[in-house]
C-alpha cells in the first residue's frame, strides 16, 4: 500500500519534467522511473553519444546528493520502497536541479 502511494507521487513528479528543454519522455511504473534525454523534442533527436549528456546528468545529480542511473542517455531513477512522502519530493527537486545544471552545461558548450 506504501509503495502504491509513493509510486502516485512519483509519477506525478516525474511528469513535471515532460517540459523541460532536454526531456523527450517520462516513463515508470511504481517506484522505478526514467527520463529520456533528447536534443529535439519535437523530433525526438537523440544526443551524439560522445557528449555524454546522461553520464553528465549522473554527475550533476551526485553534487546534489542524488544518485540516479544513465543508460545512455536514459536516466533510471529508482527510490528505496521504504521512501517517504517528503524525502520523494526531496529526490525530484534534486532531480530537476541536475536537469537545470545540465542544460547549463550544454549552453556552455554550445551545444543548447
Request: charged share 25%; with cysteine; aromatic share 6%.
Amino acid at each position: 500500500a506504501h509503495v502504491r502511494r509513493m509510486a502516485t507521487t512519483m509519477k506525478n513528479g516525474l511528469r513535471q519534467f515532460a517540459d523541460h528543454p532536454l526531456v523527450g519522455e517520462v516513463r515508470g511504473i511504481g517506484l522505478i522511473g526514467a527520463i529520456e534525454l533528447v536534443k529535439n523534442k519535437k523530433t525526438k533527436e537523440s544526443f551524439d553519444p560522445k557528449q555524454y549528456v546522461g553520464p553528465q546528468l549522473v554527475k550533476f545529480a551526485q553534487e546534489h546528493g542524488l544518485i540516479v542511473r544513465a543508460m545512455g542517455d536514459h536516466i533510471g531513477v529508482c527510490p528505496p520502497l521504504i521512501i517517504k512522502n517528503d524525502e520523494l519530493n526531496d529526490l525530484l527537486t534534486r532531480l530537476g536541479q541536475a536537469l537545470d545544471d545540465t542544460q547549463g552545461w550544454m549552453k556552455e558548450k554550445g551545444w543548447a
